[in-house]
């Protein structure tokens, strides 16, 4: 069983920014896909970010390319979501979410952590 630790959330001011981090229980296999989704309540999970275990580039919510930056260290099974610019609409539960290679949905989750930007 693999599990997922998010944490990093928090209360900050409009503008400011937040590093959220994932940890990984186990180094899963280099072409596994790590995510980040965001959640408002009664709104659908919205995809934010991802990126493989290996290879030089993620995917970016195209809207929140300018802000937001997805990051990894394979040493640390850690995955990183740096949030610059936030905006009271970035307020949101944050989860980050692991696909093995060749599955075609996320099988774990971690808890999640509340982002919330105030104006």
């Known amino acids: 069983q693999v599990q997922l630790v998010e944490s990093g959330g928090g209360l900050v001011q409009t503008g400011g920014s937040l590093r959220l981090s994932c940890t990984v229980s186990r180094r899963t296999g280099s072409d596994d896909y790590m995510a980040w989704f965001r959640q408002v309540p009664g709104k659908d999970r919205e995809f934010v970010a991802g990126?493989?275990?290996?290879?030089?580039?993620?995917d970016l919510l195209d809207s929140l390319q300018d802000r937001f930056t997805i990051s990894r260290d394979n040493a640390k099974n850690t995955v990183y979501l740096q949030m610059n610019s936030l905006k009271p609409e970035d307020t949101a539960v944050y989860y980050c979410?692991?696909?093995?290679?060749?599955?075609?949905?996320?099988?774990?989750w971690g808890q999640g952590t509340q982002v919330t930007v105030s104006s």
């Open positions: 979410a692991l696909r093995t290679s060749g599955a075609g949905q996320y099988s774990f």
């Open positions: 990126l493989k275990w290996t290879g030089s580039t993620g």
